[in-house]
Nanobody
Framework: QVQLVESGGGLVQPGGSLRLSCAAS????????MNWVRQAPGKESEWVSA????????TNAESVQGRFTISRDNTKNTLYLQMNNLKSEDTALYYC?????????????????WGQGTQVTVSS
């Protein structure tokens, strides 16, 4: 069955960096668009970043442009999110989510599969 397992979250100070990973299994990873979606406490979920199946095209939400970089390794069936210059407003539960095309949708329910999430907390 399809599984998406996120890891790499944690507590980091403002200005710091984290690298999230999402290990995919149960499907042909290289055929799907992948996304990162986050949800902060008390707020609706927000699409963050997306990448096409080959990894050659990416797009980011304006709120993270220039700070976050999405990438993938299709030989390892793994999606990444490199997060630099983190801000307190980046604090959220980060999910990786699969889509069949460019989705850029905020709601997790608009994706066909998503993981359990990894917590990122930015605080001094």
């Amino acid at each position: 069955q399809v599984q998406l397992v996120e890891s790499g979250g944690g507590l980091v100070q403002p200005g710091g960096s984290l690298r999230l990973s999402c290990a995919a299994s149960g499907f042909t990873f290289s055929r799907y668009y992948m996304n990162w979606v986050r949800q902060a406490p008390g707020k609706e979920s927000e699409w963050v970043s997306a990448i096409n199946p080959s990894g050659g095209l990416t797009t980011n939400a304006e709120s993270v442009q220039g700070r976050f970089t999405i990438s993938r390794d299709n030989t390892k069936n793994t999606l990444y999110l490199q997060m630099n210059n983190l801000k307190s407003e980046d604090t959220a539960l980060y999910y990786c989510a699969r889509s069949g095309s460019w989705s850029l949708r905020n709601r997790l329910s608009d994706y066909d599969y998503w993981g359990q999430g990894t917590q990122v907390t930015v605080s001094s």
